[in-house]
């Protein structure tokens, strides 16, 4: 059965390309990051923050698509977790019509947010991916140099810390030095 989560953080580093989102569970404890691309993290961050700008973005282009279509962005799935790569869907309803988009997590989530879709998980795939044993990505603590609470971080504002690549270590070194267009 998929398990609801919600974005609880997103990392943004501005020297590097790779960012990082992180997905919690809903009513539960477990959560786990997502290495996305840079244009992903700013659509998301964006929407998140109420901010709009005068040109729509993909991100916003496509959600007008639906729109107009008479479509409705019913959900966003994360089902299946290969290697360190997620898979996503983005699920459309179109009056009775339930329509299945494959999608990268990075893009499904921004329309997700900006359409304000529910998100959901499959069992499976937060089990491995909260319990480390998956090469999905390194700690957050890895990721950001810092160990504290968001609480006690000056940077954090609504859930949403922004680091330079000053505040820890560099992305490419964690991940082996190679980047891919594939999403980890």
């Not at 059965?1 to 992180?22: A, C, G």
């Given at each position: 059965?998929?398990?609801?989560?919600?974005?609880?953080?997103?990392?943004?580093?501005?020297?590097?390309?790779?960012?990082?989102?992180?997905?919690?569970?809903?009513g539960g404890n477990r959560s786990f990051p997502i290495v996305i691309g840079m244009t992903e993290a700013c659509a998301i961050e964006r929407r998140r923050k109420g901010c709009s700008i005068e040109r729509p973005q993909t991100h916003d282009l496509l959600s007008n698509v639906i729109d107009e279509l008479g479509a409705i962005v019913d959900r966003i799935e994360i089902v299946a977790l290969k290697e360190t790569t997620f898979f996503a869907q983005i699920v459309l309803r179109q009056g009775q019509k339930e329509i299945v988009i494959d999608a990268r997590p990075s893009d499904a989530i921004a329309i997700g947010v900006a359409c304000n879709a529910p998100m959901f998980v499959a069992e499976e795939v937060i089990a491995a991916a909260s319990a480390g044993t998956s090469a999905t990505a390194p700690p957050l603590e890895d990721l950001t140099g810092d160990d504290s609470d968001d609480d006690d971080d000056d940077d954090a504002v609504d859930g949403i810390d922004s680091k330079d690549e000053q505040s820890g270590p560099e992305l490419d070194d964690l991940f082996g030095g190679e980047e891919d267009d594939d999403e980890s």
């Open positions: 059965m998929p398990v609801q989560v919600e974005l609880s953080r997103i990392y943004i580093r501005e020297m590097v390309d790779l960012q990082i989102i992180e997905l919690t569970e809903v």
